[in-house]
């Protein structure tokens, strides 16, 4: 099977510009004392950003070549593995991020279960995703299919109503671009 993003690790930061920090800050309530979790985090292209603003930040994601780009960033404590078989217990985390890594996941359905098992009660969960509901990303979910990177977006009505059938309550929070922001208090 083709590994698209061990072969995009080199240049992944290269392309892709740099995240939008003051909202995750704003979405995320930080800072914080507490431990953040940036699953799929790919090559701490995010954490990196967050890294002075948080207690812990831990970063998981499946791909080798990501991680090795992240491990050369200081301070970040990486472990490779499914975001829908996270190794860590339940309630271990306040604050969990994802962002633009849900389409990318093996089982989406799997993967919000096991990141609201490991956010703390009182903790919030924050997922950034591409707005569905926008033309441009209805094309990329198009391009990254051509691609056969088995991808599969959600529209974000669909996220909040997974977040739902595991009992919590989602926030949609859209950037009136291309990004929405779902926001889960746990
Ligand atoms: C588009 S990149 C985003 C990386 C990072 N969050 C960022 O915004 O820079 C998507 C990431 O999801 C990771 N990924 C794909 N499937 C995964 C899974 N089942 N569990 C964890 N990570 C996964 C990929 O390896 C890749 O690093």
């Known amino acids: 099977m083709l590994d698209h993003f061990g072969l995009l690790a080199p240049f992944y930061e290269k392309v892709i510009p740099p995240p939008d920090v003051s909202r995750l800050r704003h979405l995320l309530k930080l800072p914080t004392a507490g431990r953040l979790l940036d699953a799929g985090g790919g090559t701490g292209r995010v954490a990196s950003q967050l890294q002075t603003l948080v207690g812990e930040l831990v970063l998981t994601d499946v791909s080798a070549g990501m991680l090795r780009q992240a491990r050369q960033k200081a301070e970040i404590e990486i472990s490779q ?7 860590f217990p339940d309630d271990s985390f306040d604050r969990v991020l994802v962002v633009d890594a849900l389409h990318h996941f093996c089982n989406q359905e799997l993967a919000i279960a096991d990141l609201l098992r490991v956010l703390k009660p009182g903790g919030r969960l924050v997922i950034e995703e591409p707005d569905l509901n926008r033309f441009s990303v209805k094309m990329i979910a198009m391009a990254e299919k051509i691609a056969l990177m088995r991808s599969h977006f959600y529209y974000p009505a669909e ?7 595991h009992g919590h309550k989602a926030r949609i929070e859209s ?12």
């Open 81 to 87: 593995a499914h975001a829908e078989r996270l190794p």
């Open 159 to 165: 996220i909040s109503a997974i977040v739902a059938n």
């Open 175 to 186: 950037d009136d671009q291309v990004s929405v922001w779902v926001v889960v208090d746990k």
